[in-house]
């Protein structure tokens, strides 16, 4: 099939009248919208919910354990009673 022949199959495809859409369809497409919405919603929630207690748990451990602090040197023990 060459360039022409496909637009003009294109052509008589979108020439058609469209099929009746079930009158029914609507209720059930905005039922299925609104509960993809809510189940989006509430995964956007229950990730920003781990970020935060992610973040919680890093700064309790890093108060903890002071990685920032340079441990003490144990290479040398230290001299006493001069």
């Known amino acids: 099939?060459?360039?022409p022949e496909r637009e003009?199959?294109?052509r008589r495809i979108m020439e058609?009248?469209?099929p009746p859409v079930p009158p029914d369809l609507y209720a059930d497409v905005v039922?299925?919208?609104s509960r993809l919405l809510r189940r989006r919603r509430a995964a956007r929630r229950l990730m920003w919910l781990l970020l935060c207690a992610?973040?919680?748990a890093?700064?309790?451990w890093a108060m903890a354990a002071r990685p920032w602090?340079?441990?003490p040197s144990q290479t040398t023990p230290p001299?006493?009673?001069?």
């Open 1 to 3: 099939m060459n360039r």
């Open 8 to 10: 003009a199959a294109a």
């Open 16 to 18: 058609r009248v469209p």
């Open 31 to 33: 039922r299925r919208g």
């Open 54 to 56: 992610g973040a919680v």
């Open 58 to 60: 890093f700064l309790v």
């Open 69 to 71: 602090v340079e441990p």
């Open 79 to 82: 001299y006493s009673g001069w």
